[in-house]
Each structure stands twice: as structure tokens, then as C-alpha cells.
């Protein structure tokens, strides 16, 4: 209180307005006076080291906060195991490598603990350099009488910077900024190169070379002439004509199936709380019935009374049952002739696809965008239509948007620093707060401690969110692309706001009042500016906020160990258990590994450092506190993203050039502000000045080199592809592994294939759901999966009851169209290979399952999903190779070949006698099935071998001619309505035999895309390679150098 009365006193012959301005001038004035660097560091490190021995005593205890990724991961993927002893979590970060953790948690964890090891090291090096130099030269050189007379409280603070070192002892600070420049841009280089051979080490890696993305480009912009899957060919010959032969798939118009499903989940979310509610207690049900107001988006909304609510139960259940009905009509309207301005291409080899992306990184051709394509569930699906010029309108009014925005955020950042952060300022300009202030001192101190630091939290929570959504809205392609941008905006944001403004702010501020006061006594305002000498104002500012900085970055060290407690997610998690009435699916997802903020994080970091390496050459010691920041950080964020966090989509590590930017940046900073020492307390002459003037070009021809040397073997494999000589027997190896990839499947939207969720009810609510619920939905996740399951009752099958599970005969309990969810599985681990639950927890590789979104096809169906499908297998018969009147006829001995046209075989229906070069390629010579023989390009029946007959899919004939024409012996298969799940709608089968090449008995994700050339074998023993052998040869070399 002493603080407060002495600056209450020392203003009370001003008016609020007065006050006011005083306080913008200097914001942190009096929180300078309160704060101490080592009461900052000693509160640090002793509530952080708290926070870490709790943690250690509670760790063993408590695996599904601190370590579900020991639970959840697969074999390959699982962390080291830890001990039950206090300590027993340290050992395991000392031991795992950088090569384990690639393997571990991926490219993008490992990078970012590259990146805050390189951040610890330069600090580390950068405490000695300035340390050892820069401080004592500063106190040895202060001016005396400057010292002598420098009033502030804590004066050994400012003795330690150059705010009153002069002349010649600058030279030592010339010294320390080429120094610590050629520091800094030697770990930058270092960690550039190690980055490279990381990427290159991961282009190599079982995993990627298995993979389809990395073989298969994207499209976009393509132009509506080039709108088919011949189309997509024509642009890429365009640019390569040499390159070998594509599998394609142009994109389909899924109408509104996005929206309906998006409407579906959030209605069975909606439905699940309102019975969790309901049945919180199954013996004590409410007398009253929950209600709900009708959706704004259901085509009956105008039908109901206006502001009536109705049965929250039945009308939810009713509105599920339309939007199943609705997506299944939907998707089965879905053809070939929607097509939109994208699609994608596979190639058998990966060097190839690297090579064209390569050569057409800096080509249109015909308008078109071609690119290495990213991962299925990295795609933004509702932005791939946008075209180029919606695109960058998009992108203009995004930033424009931001730009507002970091402007307007100038005011309330100024306000929160003044009053805030010191609520003792409030009651300098508002007379009654004052008075409280100071009849309640406790009070209003707690207060002061939890409502400055919760508020600035909230907005660093908030911000990474918004810029997220506006980032969204810009029409980024790409989840990681996404990201990418939004660390970049986040990252001028910061700088802007709470680097810029808050230090420069103040001087800025006095300067144009100054100028003000000079111009009205002279009328000569170029005159006061001169004399004002706005620089020394700046560097007079700087020098007086730095240990503002100082202290701040020491308090960075409390947010490392909230991490590593999870105290926010055990808190929340707490506070939903015991207050509010979880869903079954809310608490699965509780215990589900949570995602890695990177783009917060990498903020921060970047963030921290700029702070560090701007005010190095000010305040020397904001550089041990950024040194022991990132030295504790290392070693926690280790831990949690070795143990605790997932990536949620995986990049592949290409944040780095992100990092490395603003960080280049960051040090582009600090050579101006060196610059700004030396100017202001250098000679007359300012040789100082120009000693240090060649920097920043230094650093932009650094960044040149980088770019140069490493960019292109960062983002591809190759940049040149030589077609080796090779002899293909049989089926083209190329074509076949083409015929595999199901490419319009895996990179088809997945509003096509996407399971419909069903609602969860707790086992324990099981008895009473049947006398509250009036209704009946599809059984969900029942046995079969038919469609007379699937479409909510609505069916020309007859509808029985479900029996119990291995019981035969006995009727199950469970309400159809319920999922009955006891209290020993509400886990993550049994829920989390379905796409509902492992889409935003690291589902697919982290858990053994290649793809969790794509049910019915190669790469799902040996996950067993279990949840309910909605379209037939095979991408609504999008992908070549599976037309329902093939141009040719098919006979147990083997395919034969149709009358060729134009001269040139089609290698989407068996093998070429001889294969032409690229340049001459057969796909110009088939039909245009976007535009013409509709009725054969539609969308297929869903056709599949039977298990009775699936057991020799090569030897036997034509199965699908045999079923549809009633002459084979085996069972007909009846060419029923569409629909999906392992036996589809009406329980029909979905695998089409004749043009599936993976044995019945193969798990299909284990496919091997680069095996030899295998011959096909018959019934007895004899291959089928006879006809269609080819050889290849070739020496085509084309791409970058």
C-alpha cells in the first residue's frame, strides 16, 4: 500500500486526464518500482520445481493424464516404458534418440524439439558471449556523474546497459554483434542441413515409400475442358511428355453431402446430451420431459409454431432419420459427370511423381496448379473448388481483416498493461475505485494476481483460434499449409503488439507530445522534431523497459510446468465429471492423447526469442533467461510429446522453413537495434554505426544461400527421374499397382465415404431408454450393417429383432439404433481406430491403422471399422477398372483384348501387347466418360465375390457376368439397391473379384506397391503372362538438375 499512497500523492494535483496520459507514457512505470528480477526468478524456479515434484508423485498414479500414449500407441509407435519410481520419467529423455523419436511421434515432434534445442543452444551461447563482454564493459564505462545522479530504484539494472556508455566503449558492442550474428547463423545453418538429411531419411522410410501420397500429385485450377480423368493426363503430358503412364481420378461434386453430414453429427451429439441429462439418474427420471427449439436448418422449420418448443427426444430422433435418409439419397446421385476443378495422379514411383512436381513448380499450364499432393485427412475439402482468383480475394480480405485487427488491439494491450497488470492506476483516475482499493488491500491483490495473469492467458488461448478460423476463411488448402500461416500471422501479431508497441509506445508517445509542446511555442514542427532527437528517445525508452522483459521472460518458466502437470486438462476434466452430465462420447474422448498446438507453441518460441535477441544488446540479461527457459523446456516438452500430446496431422517436419524465417528475422531485429546503440551513444562520427550498417545485407544474402542450398531437397526426393530398363510380364506391374491404389477412393472427399455416427447412451440407462424413447433408428453398429439397419427403418426387407450377441435365439436388449456403452469401455482404447474418435487424436499410423476415413476400402477395412458406412466400396465406382459393361469379353482362361483404335492398347482393361512412350500415350484415345456414355460411366451396382467362391479370384471366369446372367453354379448375386459396409445395403456384398488384385486372404493395407513383376497364375499352375508380356526399355532422363 505504500506504492499505491506514494503515487496517488505525488498526483493529486492532476486531473484524470492529466493522470491518464502520464500513465501511457510510461505503462510499466510503477510495476517496474513493485517487481524484482530475483524475486521473478526465485517465485520461477521454486513453484516450477513444486509443480515438477507433484508431478513426479502423481505420474505413477494417473497414466491416463500423463501418459495414454503408453496405453493407446501400437507396438512401433509406443514410448519407452516408464518405472512406478518418483524420478523414473527422467531416464527415458536422456536415452531416446532423435532417430527413435522420428518413429516415436514423427516429423513434426521432432523437428519441433530441434528447434528448441537449437533455441537453447544459441541462448547458452549467447549468456556467455554478452555476458562476459557486454556487462562489464557497460559498468566499467558508465558515465560517473550520470550514475551518481540516476534516480531510480533499482539503478545496478541500467548500470548494466549502455543507456550512459559512451564513445569508444562501443567498440566492444561492434565486437559482440558480428560475433553473435555469425552465432546465430551458424546453428541456423547447422540445423538447416540436419533438417535436410532428416527429410531426406524420411523420403526413404518404409513408411513413406509405402505410402500413396508421396507418389500421387494434385491438381487444381484445372480448366473445365481439362475437367476428366483423360484431362488431368493431358495437363502433366503438357509439361513432362516423357513421363510414364498415370493413374488418375478428376474430383466429383458432392452437392451438400458436407453440410448434411456435419448437421447429422452435431443433431447425435445433441441427442446424446439430452438423454445424458434425461437418464443422469434411470430411478429418479424427471417430470418433465427436455425440450428443444426446432433447427433453423430443417426444411419443416417453418411448419412448427414459432417459438414453441417441442420434445427434445423425439424430434431429435425424427431429425436424424431424415438426414440418414437424405445422405443416402444423395450419395447414390453421385456420378461421374459432377466433376470439379481439381483431381490428383498417381505414378508407380515416387522419384517420378517428386520429379514432375519439380519441373512444374513454376509452371500453369493450361491454368492448372501442380503439386506433390498431402495427405488424405490434411486436405481442406470445402477449398479445393476455389479458384485461383477466389483464392487470393480470399487471402486480400484475411489479411486486411488481421491488419484491423493487430491495429485495434493497440488500445486494449495498452490498457491491460496500465490497469491490469497494476490495479492501483485505476484509482488514480477513478476517484470511488480508489477509495475500495484502499479500504479492501487483500481483496483487491488477489484479485490483481488472478485477473492480469488469467486475462492475458484467455488471449493467448483465443487468438491461435480466431486466426485459425480467419486462416480457414482465407482458402488455405491444407490443414498444415493452415498452420503454417497461422504461426506466421501469430507471430506479427506478437511482435507487433507486444514487442513493438509495448516497448516503443511510451517514447513514441513522448516524442509527439514534445513535438506538440515545441511546435505551439515556436510554429516550426520540423524544427521540434529535430530537436527532439526522436532515436535517443527510442533507445532512452528501450533501456528503461528492459528489465520489464527481463523479469517477464523469467516467468515463462510457471507456463512449462502447467504443461507438464496437465493441471488445465485435470481441472477440466474434474470440473465435467462432478458438475455437468458427460456423454458416453465425451468421456471416451477425455481420456483420448490430446493434439500438440503447434502453431502456439512455435509462436511462443519465436516470440520469446525475438524479445531475447532484441534486447541482448540492451538489457545483456534477458539472454540467461531466455537460456534457462528453453534448457527446462527441452527437457518437458520432451516428455509430453513423447508421452502425452499427438500430432494431429502430420506434415512431415515442413514447419521448419517457418522457423527458420522469423528467426532470421528475429536476429534481422537485433542488428538494428545494435545499430541503434551505436548511433545514438557512439562517437560523432558514428564509424561505430557503420561498422555494424553491413549486417542486415549479410543476413538476407545468408538467407538466399539456405534457400538455395536446401530448400528443393527439402520439399522433394528428386528433382530428375531416369527410367531404368526393366521387363514387365504379365499385367504391368505399373497398371496393376495403379489398379490397387483404388486412387479415386483414397483421395476421394470423405463426405462420400464418411460412417455415419450413432448415438451413445451409458449401459446403465439401457432399461429406461425403451420407455422414454418413442422412436426407432437404424441399429447402427449391429451385427451386418444392411440396409434395412442403415436407412432408419425404412426398408423392403422385413424388420426382426436383434439377437444377442453369440446367443442365438435370444433377443438383445439393446434399442435399435442406440449404441449401449458400459462403464468398463468408456476408453479411448477400444474406440480409437474409428474415424469419429481417432480423427482428432492422432488416429491412423499412431494406432496400426493406415486410414481411419476411409471405410470399405484397402486401407480400412483390415482396421474393422466398426462404425456404420453409407456408400458402396470403391468410391461410387469413380475409379477406372470398374465399368459395368466392359468394352470386352471375359472368359475363365483369361481376359482378352478388344479391336484396338487409333493403334494404341487401353491400360485400364488388361495388359498392352507393346507400350508406346508417353509422348504417344492411349489415354487420348478413350471416351471422355465425363461427357458422353453416361449410362456406362455412372455409378456401379456394388458387385463382389461371395466367400463361397473367393477363394480363387485369378483362376475362375468372369464371377460378375455368371451372377448377373444366372448361369454359373456358384450363388447369384443380386444387383440390389447401392448402399455400404462390409456386405453393403441390404446386406449385399461389395468386393468386385475381376478387378481387385490383392488375394481375398491379403490384408489389403500390407499391399506392397513396389514389388517384381509377378505372373499370373490359373487353376493349374500355369502362368498367364504369355499374352501381354511386354518389355520396356528406355532411357528417358528428364526433370531439375
Not at 505504500?2 to 500523492?9: D, L, P, Q
Not at 462420447?585 to 490430446?594: F, G, K, S, Y
Not at 483414397?746 to 462420400?752: E, I, V
Request: proline fraction near 7%; glycine fraction near 8%.
Amino acid at each position: 500500500m505504500e506504492a499505491v499512497r506514494h503515487v496517488i500523492s505525488s498526483r493529486e494535483g492532476k486531473n484524470a486526464g492529466e493522470i491518464l496520459l502520464d500513465l501511457l507514457a510510461n505503462p510499466f512505470g510503477s510495476q517496474l518500482q513493485q517487481n524484482s528480477v530475483f524475486a521473478a526468478l526465485g517465485s520461477s524456479l521454486g513453484i516450477t520445481a513444486a509443480i515438477a515434484i507433484c508431478f513426479s508423485f502423481l505420474r505413477p498414479y494417473n497414466s491416463v493424464v500423463y501418459a495414454p500414449k503408453l496405453k493407446h500407441a501400437d507396438e512401433k509407435h509406443a514410448p519407452p516404458r516408464l518405472g512406478k519410481g518418483v524420478f523414473a520419467w527422467v531416464s527415458p529423455l536422456w536415452s531416446t534418440s532423435e532417430k527413435e523419436m522420428v518413429d516415436l511421434v514423427g516429423m513434426d515432434a521432432t523437428i519441433f524439439l530441434r528447434f528448441t534445442r537449437m533455441c537453447r543452444n544459441i541462448f547458452v551461447v549467447l549468456t556467455i558471449l554478452y555476458c562476459s563482454i557486454l556487462i562489464p564493459i557497460n559498468w566499467k564505462y558508465t558515465d560517473a556523474y550520470t550514475a551518481a545522479n540516476d534516480k531510480d530504484k533499482d539503478a545496478w539494472l541500467y548500470r548494466i546497459t549502455p543507456r550512459n556508455v559512451w564513445a569508444d566503449a562501443h567498440w566492444a558492442t561492434v565486437v559482440v554483434a558480428w560475433v553473435s550474428t555469425t552465432v546465430v547463423c551458424v546453428f541456423l545453418w547447422l540445423n538447416y542441413r540436419k533438417v535436410t538429411q532428416l527429410r531426406r531419411d524420411y523420403y526413404n522410410s518404409e513408411e513413406y515409400q509405402r505410402s500413396l501420397h508421396g507418389r500421387t500429385l494434385m491438381v487444381t485450377d484445372i480448366p473445365k475442358k481439362f475437367s476428366s480423368d483423360e484431362g488431368i493426363a493431358r495437363i502433366i503430358d503438357g509439361v513432362v511428355p516423357s513421363s510414364s503412364f498415370s493413374r488418375t481420378a478428376i474430383a466429383r461434386d458432392v452437392k451438400i453431402l458436407p453440410e448434411l453430414i456435419e448437421q447429422h453429427g452435431k443433431t447425435v451429439r445433441k441427442l446424446e446430451k439430452v438423454l445424458a441429462k434425461y437418464l443422469k439418474d434411470p430411478q429418479n427420471l424427471p417430470p418433465v420431459r427436455p425440450t428443444c427449439l426446432p433447427s433453423k436448418k430443417d426444411p419443416s422449420w417453418a411448419s412448427y409454431p414459432k417459438g414453441q418448443k417441442l420434445d427434445a427426444i423425439d424430434y431429435l430422433t425424427q431429425r436424424i432419420k431424415s438426414l440418414e435418409l437424405e445422405i443416402k439419397e444423395v450419395r447414390q446421385r453421385i456420378d461421374k459427370r459432377g466433376s470439379m476443378p481439381y483431381g490428383f495422379a498417381s505414378y508407380s514411383e515416387i522419384s517420378e511423381a517428386h520429379a514432375i512436381a519439380y519441373t512444374c513448380r513454376k509452371k500453369r499450364p493450361h491454368g492448372a496448379i501442380i503439386r506433390l499432393a498431402p495427405r488424405p485427412n490434411d486436405i481442406i475439402w470445402e477449398n479445393m473448388p476455389l479458384s485461383s482468383g477466389v483464392r487470393s480475394t480470399k487471402r486480400w480480405w484475411n489479411n486486411l481483416w488481421i491488419t484491423i485487427l493487430t491495429f485495434l488491439w493497440i488500445v486494449p494491450n495498452a490498457f491491460i498493461a496500465i490497469f491490469v497488470v497494476n490495479l492501483s492506476n485505476i484509482g488514480n483516475v477513478w476517484p470511488a475505485f480508489k477509495i475500495s482499493l484502499a479500504a479492501n488491500p487483500g481483496f483487491w491483490s488477489l484479485v490483481q494476481g488472478i485477473a492480469s495473469p488469467a486475462l492475458i492467458s484467455l488471449v493467448y488461448l483465443l487468438l491461435p483460434i480466431i486466426f485459425r478460423r480467419m486462416s480457414m476463411n482465407g482458402g488455405d488448402q491444407t490443414k498444415t499449409g493452415r498452420e503454417r500461416h497461422v504461426v506466421a500471422k501469430l507471430y506479427a501479431f506478437f511482435v507487433f503488439n507486444n514487442l513493438f508497441v509495448t516497448s516503443v509506445f511510451g517514447a513514441l508517445w513522448t516524442f509527439v507530445s514534445k513535438v506538440i509542446n515545441i511546435t505551439g511555442e515556436t510554429g516550426d514542427a520540423w524544427k521540434a522534431i529535430y530537436e527532439v532527437d526522436v532515436g535517443a528517445t527510442v533507445f532512452a525508452a528501450l533501456c528503461q523497459v528492459s528489465p520489464f522483459w527481463v523479469a517477464w521472460l523469467l516467468q515463462r518458466q510457471l507456463g512449462a510446468a502447467v504443461d507438464l502437470a496437465q493441471l488445465w486438462t485435470l481441472l477440466y476434466s474434474s470440473i465435467i465429471r462432478k458438475f455437468s452430465s458427460p456423454t458416453p462420447r465425451e468421456l471416451i474422448e477425455l481420456t483420448a492423447p490430446p493434439p500438440f498446438d503447434y502453431a502456439s507453441y512455435y509462436n511462443y518460441f519465436l516470440f520469446y526469442s525475438t524479445v531475447a535477441l532484441c534486447y541482448g544488446p540492451i538489457q545483456p540479461l534477458v539472454l540467461p533467461a531466455a537460456a534457462l527457459y528453453f534448457c527446462i523446456d527441452v527437457a518437458l516438452k520432451k516428455y509430453l510429446l513423447l508421452y502425452i500430446f499427438i500430432t494431429k496431422t502430420e506434415s512431415g517436419g515442413m514447419f521448419w522453413r517457418v522457423l527458420f524465417n522469423r528467426f532470421l528475422f528475429g536476429s534481422f531485429m537485433a542488428t538494428l537495434v545494435f545499430f541503434l546503440v551505436t548511433w545514438v551513444r557512439g562517437d560523432g562520427r558514428h564509424y561505430h554505426a557503420y561498422a555494424v550498417a553491413p549486417l542486415p545485407v549479410l543476413l538476407v544474402i545468408f538467407k538466399i544461400i539456405c534457400k538455395v542450398s536446401f530448400d528443393d531437397k527439402i520439399e522433394y526426393q528428386s528433382t530428375r527421374f531416369t527410367r531404368q530398363q526393366q521387363v514387365e510380364t504379365g499385367l504391368n506391374v505399373k497398371e496393376q499397382s495403379m489398379r490397387n491404389d483404388r486412387l479415386a477412393a483414397r483421395f476421394g472427399h470423405p463426405a462420400l465415404y464418411k460412417p455415419l455416427i450413432t448415438p451413445m447412451v451409458h449401459a446403465k440407462a439401457q432399461n429406461v431408454l425403451a420407455s422414454v424413447y418413442h422412436g426407432r433408428l437404424s441399429d447402427g453398429r449391429g451385427a451386418g450393417g444392411g440396409d434395412e439397419m442403415s436407412v432408419s427403418g425404412y426398408s423392403d426387407t422385413i424388420a426382426m429383432d436383434a439377437m444377442l450377441s453369440g446367443k442365438a435365439g435370444k433377443v438383445s436388449p439393446t434399442l435399435p439404433g442406440f449404441e449401449v456403452v458400459p462403464e468398463s469401455r468408456l476408453d479411448f482404447e477400444f474406440y480409437k481406430n474409428r474415424g469419429e474418435f481417432g480423427e482428432d487424436h492422432g488416429g491412423g499410423n499412431l494406432y496400426g491403422a493406415a486410414e481411419i476415413d476411409r471405410p470399405d476400402t484397402p486401407s480400412t477395412f483390415a482396421g474393422k471399422s466398426d462404425s456404420r458406412p453409407g456408400t458402396p466400396q470403391g468410391g461410387m465406382g469413380f475409379g477406372h477398372g470398374r465399368r459395368m459393361n466392359a468394352p470386352y469379353a471375359e472368359s475363365s482362361s483369361g481376359p482378352s483384348y478388344p479391336p484396338q483404335q487409333g493403334g494404341y492398347p487401353s491400360p485400364s482393361y488388361g495388359p498392352p501387347t507393346d507400350v508406346p512412350p508417353r509422348s504417344r500415350t492411349p489415354l487420348y484415345n478413350l471416351g471422355n466418360d465425363s461427357g458422353t456414355n453416361l449410362m456406362v460411366g455412372a455409378a456401379l451396382m456394388p458387385v463382389s465375390s461371395t466367400p463361397e467362391y473367393a477363394n480363387s479370384p485369378y483362376s475362375q471366369g468372369s464371377t460378375r457376368d455368371r451372377a448377373y446372367d444366372g448361369t454359373s453354379g456358384g450363388p447369384t448375386i443380386p444387383p440390389g439397391i447401392l448402399g455400404g459396409g462390409p456386405r453393403g445395403y441390404g446386406n449385399l456384398p461389395q468386393a468386385d473379384t475381376d478387378y481387385v488384385q490383392t488375394p481375398p486372404n491379403q490384408d489389403p493395407t500390407q499391399y506392397d506397391y513396389f514389388r517384381g513383376p509377378r505372373r499370373r497364375e490359373h487353376r493349374d499352375g500355369s502362368s498367364g503372362g504369355g499374352i501381354g508380356s511386354a518389355t520396356r526399355s528406355g532411357g528417358h532422363v528428364w526433370g531439375g538438375n
